[in-house]
T-cell receptor, first 110, second 114 residues
């Protein structure tokens, strides 16, 4: 079945440093979504990417979808303590339901 | 809209007892999902419904787990009998429309089986 791998599992950064998490699929995706889960909270939808090579920005967050539609990345510029949480990608292949990656936990040290 | 509502928020039960988790999806959403989240396995899809009909329950770990959706505004996930390894956070999520856009998650139920 479809597998979505996400790296790294954890990332410690100093406040102000940049952060990137990567998502790779074993199959071509029709779209990919990103979610954020704050500690003790629930996953919250951030964005969806559909087109090959698509790049979307939300303030300090930049999302990319690979040309082959098998990988994606989330980059945060100048992290803040409010960025703390786990970031999940969820890739949708042939099934209606996307497959979630294991997530990357971001820890920001002030 | 109040979003996806789950109850209870926390549940502590003894091994062997029956546990029922409840979910009210967002009104108008025709897809409902049950997920389980643990440190070891991450976020796992257990089962999902479309228009109250179970579509895929391949993620349900064992026969001890069952889920129902008697109407568009209510779903339950039951574990009977419960075991310590069932301890996890269980999320319900819903989405709407023919094109999957995003899933709205509830606050989750933290289950502890002792």
């Amino acid at each position: 079945g479809q597998q979505v791998m996400q790296i790294p599992q954890y990332q410690h950064v100093q406040e102000g440093e940049d952060f990137t998490t990567y998502c790779n699929s074993s199959t071509t995706l029709s779209n990919i979504q990103w979610y954020k889960q704050r500690p003790g909270g629930h996953p919250v939808f951030l964005i969806q990417l559909v087109k090959s090579g698509e790049v979307k920005k939300q303030k300090r967050l930049t999302f990319q979808f690979g040309e082959a539609k098998k990988n994606s990345s989330l980059h945060i510029t100048a992290t803040q303590t409010t960025d703390v949480g786990t970031y999940f990608c969820a890739g949708r292949g042939g099934s209606y339901i996307p497959t979630f990656g294991r997530g990357t936990s971001l820890i920001v040290h002030p | 809209d109040a979003g996806v509502i789950q109850s209870p928020r926390h549940e502590v039960t003894e091994m062997g007892q029956e546990v029922t988790l409840r979910c009210k999806p967002i009104s108008g959403h025709d897809y409902l999902f049950w997920y389980r989240q643990t440190m070891m396995r991450g976020l796992e899809l257990l089962i999902y419904f479309n228009n109250n009909v179970p579509i895929d329950d391949s993620g349900m770990p064992e026969d001890r787990f069952s889920a129902k959706m008697p109407n568009a505004s209510f779903s339950t996930l039951k574990i009977q009998p419960s075991e310590p390894r069932d301890s996890a956070v269980y999320f319900c999520a819903s989405s709407g429309g023919q094109v999957y856009t995003e899933a709205f998650f509830g606050q989750g139920t933290r289950l502890t089986v002792v």
